[in-house]
């Protein structure tokens, strides 16, 4: 026996020519995130998808965390007879927990003009059936139950609720970012900002641990895992030794921890090229801190090549500490953690002249430090079907193709 899930989607129905990209996008990462879960298939119907799930699997949590998604609910499908919806409706109320108020609505859409019946004799015939066979009474304002009933397709879906998805565009539709990625509080909640709008993170993390597998084993491996259950594809986590630029500056350390900053975006675009990323993303918040004020920003910014995106530049500490709650990540977050950024920001500025922090930036080779250090680089995948982190050198990684992604 299947199950079925009629998912709506919002923002999509307005993307013009693009919407069929759109909506295969989502379709895509539907399957995606149902992809272990046997006999999942995913239709297009007219302005909705159409989940199928054979067995008892609960697969709700899941379409929770798909982007895109505005509103699913499991549906009942039925042939378009109307003495089987009505039938089916029936039920629907009797099943509910309207014991005591014992009131309905119904609401029919067709969005199948050729069905010899509107959308009020719909409502009406299948209400006139409720009301014969149950002893409920019609409360169009507020009922205990209201019955919904869309004619689509060659088929009427009928159910009783509607629960919220995470809103949003599809995870793929507007292209990829490498996003520099502390492992603190805010970071991890930039990301999930930055997939709800449709990008699609690479992550950049720099780390003054011995080895890359004992970073995997840290609060940043447990993060990924959490986010990687919001993403459509395989996780990928670049992992850049703090080594070589501890060594090159800490004699002749200027301008920290912005600095740093500016050299972590400048190797950013190193790994922007390999995986044909549109952007930079940071977790950067106005004023939180020395390295986040204006002047700072602007200097770290300076000669980008790619635009700088800044998700959470303008929320309160509370609201991101609220966000990364409910995403999952804040238990890991304040884990202890040896931060690179902690390291070097002994006596952090708060504004420095971008013309210095550039003179400065050459005369110690840290351009050409930014494309060297990726030799040592490696890159972790992760999703959540095979569930372990898989570790290869980065550039073995990168020699092989990384599909560019279409963005609008």
């Known amino acids: ?5 009629v998912v709506h989607y919002a923002e999509i129905a307005l993307k013009g020519r693009n919407k069929p990209f759109y909506i295969d996008t989502l379709r895509k990462n539907l399957e995606f995130a149902l992809s272990d879960v046997e006999g999942v298939s995913v239709k297009k119907l007219e302005g909705r998808l159409l989940v199928e799930v054979k067995g008892d699997t609960n697969i709700e949590s ?3 965390k798909v982007f895109g998604v505005a509103w699913f609910t499991e549906v009942v499908p039925v042939e378009l007879e109307l003495q089987r919806m009505s039938e089916v409706a029936t039920k629907l109320v009797l099943d509910s927990d309207c014991k005591e108020r014992k009131t309905f609505g119904v609401s029919a859409r067709r969005a199948q003009k050729s069905f010899p019946y509107n959308s009020m004799q719909i409502a009406s015939i299948i209400g006139e059936h409720i009301v014969k066979n149950t002893g409920y009474r019609v409360d169009l304002t507020n009922p205990c139950v209201r019955v919904y009933v869309d004619i689509v397709n060659g088929m009427a879906l009928l159910y009783t609720q509607k629960k919220k998805g995470p809103g949003g565009l599809p995870v793929g539709v507007s292209g990829r970012v490498v996003h520099l990625f502390s492992g603190g509080i ?10 709800k709008r449709g990008c699609e993170p690479i992550y950049l993390h720099f780390y003054a641990l011995p080895s890359a597998e004992l970073v995997l084993q840290s ?20 992992l850049v030794p703090f080594a070589d630029y501890e060594l090159l500056t800490s004699k002749q350390r200027t301008h920290e ?4 900053r500016l050299f972590m975006r400048v190797v950013a675009e190193e790994v922007a090229k390999k995986f044909y990323a549109l952007g930079i ?3 950067d918040n106005l004023g939180q801190v020395a390295s986040q004020t204006l002047p700072n920003i602007a200097a770290m910014d300076e000669g980008s090549s790619l635009p700088v995106l800044r998700p959470l530049l303008t929320y309160d500490k509370q609201e991101i500490i609220d966000l990364a709650k409910e995403i999952g990540t804040y238990e890991f977050s304040i ?3 040896k931060d690179c950024c902690s390291i070097i920001a002994t006596r952090p500025e708060i504004r420095v002249e971008v013309g210095e922090v550039n003179q400065e930036f050459e005369r110690l080779g840290l351009k050409q430090l930014a494309a ?11 999703d959540a079907s095979r569930g372990a982190f898989e570790l290869a050198k980065f550039g073995e990684y990168t020699e092989r193709k990384v599909e560019g992604l279409k963005a609008f």
């Open 1 to 5: 026996m299947s199950k079925y899930y």
């Open 62 to 64: 899941r379409i929770q």
């Open 186 to 195: 805010d970071s991890p909640v930039a990301a999930w900002l930055l997939m």
């Open 219 to 238: 609060k940043v491996g447990k993060i990924i895992k959490v986010l990687s259950s919001y993403s459509p594809s395989t996780v990928k986590l670049v």
């Open 257 to 260: 921890p912005v600095m740093f």
């Open 281 to 283: 993303s940071t977790g």
């Open 335 to 337: 884990e202890k953690y």
């Open 372 to 382: 060297k250090v990726l030799e040592r680089a490696s890159v972790a995948t992760y």
